[in-house]
């Protein structure tokens, strides 16, 4: 499926709902990855992911699915012209019945243009007696999306043509045999039936009356000029604006005399053999033939009347067309009569079915071409009717076929004549590009000459380049999208602007701002306990609330190390609040930061917060790293003041509760803690902030509903280590720690395998820092030769031993040999011997 379709679900949903909406529907849908607009409208996308969103509109808008697809239906059009196609809309046809028989021809078009494959449906229509409009829909997909195609429908008589339409559905495709969906389309007014056929002016409000056009009539086509008044029996009524037969008959004098005129006028020195007057007279000729008389100013029968003069050799006496003539022109027509024989075809079909035209002639058309679309469509006359204002696609069915890569595009005009022949099929290559025209091993002078057919090829070549192009520059676009928002969260977004122009970023001095300072209080030891990953997720989940919680409260993340974290209000904008902003930022985190456990004992984890608000200046330091800083004494201040605090309060300096008092008294409750001695600073008095029921920001109420809104959008989905393991790190811990492959070379030596997994808890007699290099984690596959004792390890930390106890193929390192000695205690290296003997059969000594 396009991206289009997503694209504009998603549009779908923010014009009736929200955004908070659209993200529940992709959270349901199993697409929470996809970022808002991120869906790429000339991508290709499973259908599953299409389906999914719908059936998630469903569950959460309560209703059914068969609604949704007819709400995206009707949705759909407003979006094309968002999109930019308005003007394809309104010249697609003058009528709802020519709009829905011409849009094949535009889903042909996309289909030829796309870079990616697409699944386009069909659409054609029949005239009902009564007025109404019989609409048939193929899909290759089956009928679930019928109700879209209905919205579609709906929408387009609404907006385009003023009217609203009835749609009874009769048949359903793949229902009780049924190869296709119909319905029957009438209006709600019995009055505006006849506008579903008759064009009564577009959208502009200009009526369709040829009483209001110039006189004489020019034919677009030959250039003829013909006053309606001199038509005999031709008659302009006033009824709704349209050309019709008067109710006298014409008689064969009339004729005679008006044609005579024209053919005096066809004989004018310096016109050519060929006369398209002469054509307009066959034109009247044919249609008095058939039609007792009666001229009708519609396109079919001027294309009947047409193909009469193509297709009789007696024509060539009054200045026609040959039968070679037709041949040359349309090197692959077929003409067929009314039993679907073959009775002349182009000069250039043979040779490219691979069969002579005599093998050709007097052949039914079924037993050498199929229709491939529509694909429903048979050789009869029902289904000639449906087609006669759409085209068709066909593939030969000869075995003798050099190329069976060749599909034939055409369009068939209903003839009838003297020598039997029903109808004229206009067909040519069906190549969209030139690629695929070598593939048919055709050149571009194997394509009709007369008409648009190299002008397509041309378009096609350059649309396809011209879209595939497009879709590159939509993924380039949507990454650097991502790229900028990327650079804008990590510095402030002038910062980023100059960045990107090369320019210099000219530093800044802010006079008020208010800094926040803080860090997990017994982190180091934290760390000792537990592995590098779960450090990671554990801090992830915490930096992913004050994430949003700075977000929510406007302030400017400056940098996170390690465990620290600082942000600040009032830069690089400034903000009067800024006080204001911080304590309630960080009255928020000490609340929140409760949802975060620590990996070791389950239990809340706990923050020393520290703001002070003051003076501090700001630019980009750095060229191949830049990084954005803050600088100023106020930094250094709030970190005293973080790291003086304690666990789970809120710790302020005098110039900030200043700020508080005199912008949102009785919003904070502020206690005095007393003086704090500061290293740079001296003694300085400092105190306590908490919020108050009259905050609305951090009240217990709102404190409790940010809780929700937390556990829905901040925090992050728990990740899994670089191996993606299975089990838990308390898993791996019931297992054995140590195991061991023994692999005899000769009586007195073996290789020893052992994998271990540092425990810090066991190594006592390390020093700290020691301890904080082998924390937790796996390391490599260790080989040895022959290990005497632990003392050969131990010796290792020391110095004092050498490493050529180890296999040449891997270095001992000192975090390592700490690892070794944690986990090879005397026990673990018994019970291993133990294994190895019982493996081995055999002693081996240590």
């Known amino acids: 499926m396009l991206g289009w379709i997503n694209d504009c679900m998603e549009k779908l949903v923010l014009h009736k709902f929200d955004l908070a909406t659209w993200h529940a529907m992709k959270?349901?849908?199993?697409?929470?990855?996809?970022?808002?607009?991120?869906?790429?409208?000339?991508?290709?996308?499973?259908l599953k992911t299409t389906t999914d969103l719908v059936q998630a509109a469903s569950d959460l808008s309560g209703l059914t699915v068969p609604q949704?697809?007819?709400?995206?239906?009707?949705?759909?059009?407003?979006?094309?012209?968002?999109?930019?196609?308005?003007?394809?809309?309104?010249?697609?046809?003058s009528t709802l019945r020519d709009w829905m028989s011409n849009i094949n021809a535009i889903h042909q078009h996309l289909q030829n243009t796309f870079p990616k494959s697409m699944t386009m449906p069909e659409f054609w229509c029949e005239n009902n007696s009564d007025g109404s409009l019989r609409l048939f829909y193929y899909s290759a997909r089956g009928s679930f999306l019928t109700p879209l195609a209905m919205g579609l429908v709906r929408e387009v008589a609404r907006f385009q043509f003023d009217l609203d339409i009835i749609m009874t559905q009769v048949t359903t495709q793949g229902v009780d045999g049924s190869r296709f969906t119909s319905w029957i389309v009438e209006t709600k007014d019995p009055e505006d039936m006849y506008k579903l056929t008759?064009?009564?002016?577009?959208?502009?409000?200009?009526?369709?009356?040829?009483?209001?056009?110039?006189?004489?009539l020019k034919c677009p086509m030959t250039g003829m000029e013909i006053n309606l008044d001199d038509v005999p029996g031709m008659v302009v009524s006033t009824s709704r604006g349209s050309l019709c037969s008067g109710t006298t008959q014409t008689s064969e004098e009339d004729i005679h005399t008006w044609s005579k005129k024209v053919s005096q006028e066809a004989d004018r020195p310096g016109n050519c053999t060929y006369h398209p007057q002469q054509e307009e007279y066959d034109q009247l000729s044919s249609c008095k033939t058939s039609m007792s008389g009666q001229l009708r100013g519609n396109r079919q029968n001027l294309d009947y009347g047409r193909s009469m003069t193509i297709a009789h050799q007696s024509y060539v006496e009054r200045g026609g067309l040959s039968a070679s003539a037709v041949k040359t022109i349309f090197p692959y027509h077929v003409l067929i009569n009314s039993n679907f024989c073959i009775q002349q075809v182009g000069k250039e079909l043979p040779k490219v079915l691979g069969a002579s035209e005599s093998n050709l002639c007097n052949n039914e058309i079924d037993d050498i071409f199929e229709f491939v679309k529509p694909k429903p469509a048979k050789w009869t006359q029902s289904w000639?009717?449906?087609?006669?204002?759409?085209?068709?696609?066909?593939?030969?069915?000869?075995?003798?076929?050099?190329?069976?890569n060749i599909a034939f595009k055409g369009t068939w005009i209903p003839s009838a004549g003297p020598d039997g022949v029903d109808a004229f099929l206009v067909l040519c290559p069906d190549a969209k590009n030139l690629d695929e025209l070598r593939a048919m091993n055709l050149t571009l002078s194997d394509l009709p000459a007369h008409g648009a057919y190299l002008d397509a090829v041309f378009l096609r070549e350059h649309l396809s380049r011209q879209m595939n192009n497009a879709l590159q520059m939509e993924k380039l676009s949507k990454r650097l999208e991502t790229e900028k928002m990327l650079l804008e969260s990590l510095l402030p977004i002038h910062a980023a602007e100059g960045l990107r122009r090369g320019q210099e970023v000219k530093p800044m001095i802010h006079n008020s701002v208010t800094m926040f300072f803080s860090d997990i209080v017994g982190f180091t030891n934290i760390c000792k306990e537990i592995s590098p990953w779960q450090v990671i997720d554990m801090l992830n989940q915490l930096y992913g609330i004050m994430d949003f919680l700075a977000g929510k409260f406007k302030l400017f993340k400056v940098e996170t190390v390690g465990d620290a974290y600082v942000c600040a209000s009032g830069l690089p904008t400034s903000d009067e609040n800024h006080a204001i902003n911080v304590a309630n930022f960080a009255i928020a985190v000490q609340h929140c930061c409760r949802k975060v456990l620590s990996p070791i004992d389950k239990q809340p984890i706990h923050l020393r917060i520290g703001i002070h608000s003051g003076e501090a200046a700001s630019g980009i330091v750095g060229v191949t790293n830049p990084r954005y800083c803050?600088?100023?004494?106020?930094?250094?201040?709030?970190?005293?003041?973080?790291?003086?605090?304690?666990?789970?309060?809120?710790?302020?300096?005098?110039?900030?509760?200043?700020?508080?008092?005199?912008?949102?008294s009785g919003q904070f409750k502020i206690s005095a803690r007393g003086m704090v001695e500061m290293k740079g600073k001296g003694s300085v008095s400092t105190y306590w902030v908490d919020s108050t029921d009259e905050n609305k920001w951090t009240c217990t109420r709102a404190l409790l509903e940010l809780d929700e809104v937390i556990a829905k959008n901040a925090l992050p989905s728990k990740k899994v280590g670089p191996e993606e393991e299975d089990t838990t790190l308390q898993q791996q811990k019931d297992n054995e720690d140590v195991s061991i492959e023994a692999v005899p070379t000769n009586e007195h030596e073996s290789v020893i395998k052992c994998c271990s997994v540092a425990n810090t808890s066991d190594t006592?007699?390390?020093d700290e820092s020691e301890e904080s290099m082998c924390t937790e984690r796996d390391t490599p596959s260790l080989k040895y030769k022959t290990v005497e004792s632990l003392n050969k390890a131990m010796s290792i930390l020391n110095g004092s031993g050498q490493e050529e106890n180890l296999s040449p193929s891997v270095a001992l390192t000192r975090s390592e040999a700490i690892a070794l000695v944690a986990r090879s205690r005397k026990q673990r290296i018994e019970l291993a011997m133990q294994q190895t003997q019982s493996i081995l059969a055999a002693k081996v000594k240590i």
């Open 198 to 216: 008759t064009k009564v002016g577009g959208r502009e409000g200009l009526k369709n009356d040829p009483t209001n056009f110039p006189m004489p």
């Open 630 to 664: 803050v600088f100023g004494d106020t930094v250094n201040t709030t970190a005293c003041h973080e790291s003086t605090g304690e666990a789970g309060r809120v710790h302020c300096s005098r110039s900030t509760m200043m700020e508080l008092k005199s912008k949102a």
């Open 384 to 404: 000639l009717r449906k087609l006669q204002d759409q085209e068709f696609i066909l593939e030969c069915t000869l075995s003798s076929m050099p190329n069976n």
């Open 27 to 46: 959270e349901k849908a199993g697409l929470s990855d996809i970022k808002d607009g991120g869906f790429l409208k000339l991508e290709s996308y499973p």
């Open 68 to 93: 949704v697809y007819e709400a995206f239906g009707e949705f759909f059009v407003p979006y094309i012209i968002d999109e930019g196609y308005y003007n394809l809309l309104c010249c697609q046809g």
């Open 764 to 766: 006592e007699e390390t």
